[in-house]
Each structure stands twice: as C-alpha cells, then as structure tokens.
C-alpha cells in the first residue's frame, strides 16, 4: 500500500482576499505614479510573479 506523504508549502499561501487587495493597489498605485508622470518598476517578488504568471505569487503578502 502506498503511503501518500502531504508537504506543508515552504511559504503559507496569501489569502485570496488578500491577493485582490494587492492586485486592486497595485493598479491604483500604477494610475497614479502614471498620471503624475512618475518613473516606477516592480521589484523583488512582484516583478517575479508578474514576469512568471502576470500576476502576484500565491505566497507573496506585499508589492516591490
């Protein structure tokens, strides 16, 4: 019999509620820096998740 083994993930998931928060700063943070004709990047896990999956990592609690 095969014995299944469940891993805990290396970092505990952002709750979904959460993920849309950061999604909706985010974009509210993009309008503004645009309309003020201010220079800005993402960074760090931000730039990660938007380059690997366009959007934020499931396990990341904050934006760079």
């Known amino acids: ?3 299944r083994l ?3 993930p290396a970092y505990p ?3 979904l509620e ?3 928060t950061l999604r909706v ?3 509210h ?10 220079r800005w ?3 760090y896990g931000t730039l990660l998740g938007a380059w690997r999956i366009g959007e934020c990592l499931p396990y990341d609690h904050d934006l760079d």
């Open 41 to 43: 990047w993402l960074d």
């Open 6 to 8: 469940l891993l805990a």
């Open 29 to 38: 943070l993009r309008a503004a820096m645009d309309r003020h004709g201010v």
């Open 13 to 15: 998931r952002t709750p």
């Open 18 to 20: 959460d993920q849309a």
């Open 25 to 27: 700063v985010a974009s």
């Open 1 to 3: 019999v095969a014995t």
